[in-house]
């Protein structure tokens, strides 16, 4: 559970995934709560901003298809995968439509 008015701002990670400024200011003004869980096979990661966004990726490395996030200047299909895990970290590498690269989260 991390309580966004105790943590950093979401402008670069937005801005990275071609969030528009508008809405990228919005994200960093609203109160918003970000719930990870984990089960033997997935990990599921779910943000509630101004609405809640759940995904759920498995451990196994494989990759997970989820629409690009709304708002952005992409379109299409994202692919995310779970790079490491432990009980204190997660890593996840998300690959944006061709020619939008990649995005590696700590």
Not at 3 to 32: H, M, N, Q, W
Not at 66 to 82: D, L, Q
């Amino acid at each position: 559970y991390l309580d966004k008015s105790c943590s950093e701002s979401y402008d670069p990670i937005l801005a990275d995934l071609g969030v528009s400024y508008l809405l990228r200011t919005a994200a960093d003004f609203l109160s918003s709560v970000l719930t990870i869980s984990v089960s033997a096979s997935h990990v599921t990661i779910a943000l509630q901003i101004w609405v809640t966004v759940e995904d759920c990726i498995p451990l196994d490395g494989s990759w997970a298809e989820k629409p690009v996030p709304p708002g952005s200047a992409m379109t299409g299909t994202c692919r995310v995968r779970v790079v490491k895990h432990s009980a204190t970290e997660l890593q996840l590498l998300t690959e944006f439509p061709e020619g939008n690269g990649q995005l590696l989260e700590d």
